[in-house]
């Protein structure tokens, strides 16, 4: 029979434009925050992380935000390249385990 | 390369059966995490040892079971296997005795019960 697999939000940018991707955590306790990049066949990809006593932090092209009011983050990716497609999941503290988001799928067209 | 290592990349084994997935950590991690991703349940923790020790525990089953080596390196056994089991099993290690720091992750192993 056919088989229910997650149906995770995709997000579709042209190369070299900037990326958006959100999430919306559920504890308001948790103090750490981690964004993954997973790639097909591969494991999660540390990108970038932030604590709770931050609302900004930027890496390489990437920058990630945090609303602890609204219970929200997001990645942002300027310039996004091909090699950008990935699925990106947000993770948060909670307790002394990561608990991870269902997902988001960035493609990436040239 | 995450410097995290699993072995094997791919498993496929009967219903009812027993199998090992192995994981050596990063050099100098003393935290090791399994998970579990399968299509309808996204990244799921299962249970993390800390030099040895149990240290946190997630959605894992009774048939499931793991432990940390003196030399850090870290099995998740899976017993009386069904179908619903198939998934990948990703481990990743970091140095602290929780989430407090980025985690590493390995390559994973796929696991197919059939």
């Known amino acids: 029979g056919e088989s229910v697999g997650l149906h995770l939000p995709t997000l579709s940018v042209q190369e070299g434009d900037n990326s958006i991707i959100n999430c919306a955590y559920s504890?308001?306790?948790?103090?750490?925050f981690i964004w993954y990049k997973q790639e097909s066949g591969k494991g999660p990809q540390f990108i970038i992380d932030i604590r709770s006593n931050m609302d900004k932090r930027q890496g390489q092209r990437v920058t990630v935000l945090l609303n602890k009011t609204v219970k929200h983050l997001s990645l942002q990716i300027a310039a996004t390249q091909p090699g950008d497609s990935a699925v990106y999941f947000c993770?948060?503290?909670?307790?002394?385990?990561?608990?991870f988001g269902a997902g988001t799928i960035l493609r990436v067209k040239s | 390369d995450s410097g995290v290592t699993q072995t094997p990349k791919h498993l496929i084994t009967a219903t009812g059966q027993r199998v090992t997935l192995r994981c050596s950590p990063r050099?100098?991690?003393?935290?090791v995490y399994w998970y579990q991703q399968s299509l309808d349940q996204g990244l799921q923790f299962l249970i993390q040892y800390y030099n040895g020790e149990e240290r946190a525990k997630g959605n894992i089953l009774e048939r499931f079971s793991a432990q940390q080596f003196p030399d850090l390196h870290s099995e998740l056994n899976l017993s009386s296997l069904e179908l619903g089991d198939s998934a990948l099993y990703f481990c990743a290690s970091n140095t602290e005795g929780g989430p407090n720091t980025e985690a590493f992750f390995g390559q994973g192993t796929r696991l197919t019960v059939v």
């Open positions: 504890n308001s306790a948790s103090d750490y």
């Open positions: 050099s100098g991690d003393l935290s």
């Open positions: 993770a948060e503290k909670g307790g002394n385990k990561l608990v």
